[in-house]
């Protein structure tokens, strides 16, 4: 079984994260206590909404993740708008596909043969693992098969498996803890997987700050030093979307990146209820309204 609407209410949460960490990132660093100020809305989205948008549509033409699909959906959405913060990488590594090179070899020979370990994979993966939220193995295998279209290193892939399951968790009603603990539990064995293992150990209630100072809130662009992070933060703010963006973005760091992955794990369990009326992101095309 598949959970469409759950899926495009992940969407709906990453776009808004997306945007929101990009208007926070481009705001002057706030004094502690000051009032919380944001851009004017509508906020614009960037490349983790556009490379979202591929894998859903992927998987509502589908049904799966079908990798030479979506390697071509990625393609064509960079040729139709590269200026959205792509990675460096994937400037080449979208183009090349685009010209008609075979993903497989376009991202195996990236950072010499180990393929990018970048937070890109997971920074678009919650809706897929929300439309799985029924079987967490089959969330994660179709996580791993997302991410190794772009990035082929095992701790991408590793922090694409661990954002789908924590999506695919909050959907099905695990909070808090055990959230985390699952996740963990689901992630192969790597780097990320070690760090979620230090952020199952601090509670819930500490400051995002402190758990960004112990593994990372993206200041590196990579899997190990962002998913983490954003999965306690998820698990700390399960029912408050807004909350959870405001306490995601407070270290700073790849705010826009961390705040997508929090949103969308997030707004897959309460859709944009209790969103203000004044935060708006960019739209998100009509036929994603038709997806689920």
């Not at 997306?18 to 000051?34: N, V």
């Not at 979202?52 to 071509?72: F, K, M, N, P, Y």
């Not at 939220?133 to 082929?152: F, M």
Request: hydrophobic fraction near 45%; charge should be negative.
């Amino acid at each position: 079984m598949t959970n469409r609407a759950a899926a495009v209410a992940a969407m709906r949460g990453l776009a808004l994260g997306d945007a929101f960490g990009e208007s926070w990132l481009l705001q002057p660093a706030a004094e502690p206590g000051a009032e919380r100020r944001l851009a004017d809305g509508p906020w614009p989205w960037t490349d983790d909404t556009a490379m979202a948008l591929s894998v859903l549509r992927i998987l509502d033409r589908h049904g799966h993740v079908e990798q030479d699909a979506l390697a071509l959906a990625f393609a064509e959405a960079y040729a139709a708008d590269p200026y959205r913060s792509y990675g460096g990488s994937m400037h080449e590594v979208l183009r090349a596909i685009g010209q008609g090179e075979p993903w497989s070899v376009v991202t195996r020979r990236k950072f010499g043969g180990m393929g990018s370990w970048g937070n890109g994979a997971a920074m678009r993966v919650a809706p897929l693992g929300a439309w799985f939220a029924d079987d967490l193995s089959v969330a994660a295998a179709e996580a791993a098969r997302s991410a190794e279209v772009t990035h082929g290193h095992p701790e991408a892939v590793a922090g694409a498996v661990a954002v789908a399951v924590a999506a695919a968790l909050s959907v099905t009603g695990v909070a808090g803890g055990e959230l985390i603990g699952t996740v963990t539990a689901r992630t192969p064995d790597s780097e990320v997987a070690s760090r979620l293992r230090r952020v199952a150990r601090v509670a819930l209630t500490a400051e995002p700050s402190h758990v960004a100072g112990m593994v990372g809130c993206g200041e590196q662009i990579s899997a190990v030093d962002t998913v983490p992070y954003a999965i306690w933060s998820a698990a700390a703010h399960l029912d408050d979307l807004p909350g959870a963006l405001w306490a995601t973005a407070i270290p700073g760091g790849d705010s826009d990146t961390t705040c997508a992955i929090v949103g969308g794990i997030v707004g897959g369990r309460t859709g944009l209820d209790g969103v203000p009326a004044d935060w708006s992101s960019e739209p998100l095309p009509a036929w994603v309204a038709e997806v689920g």
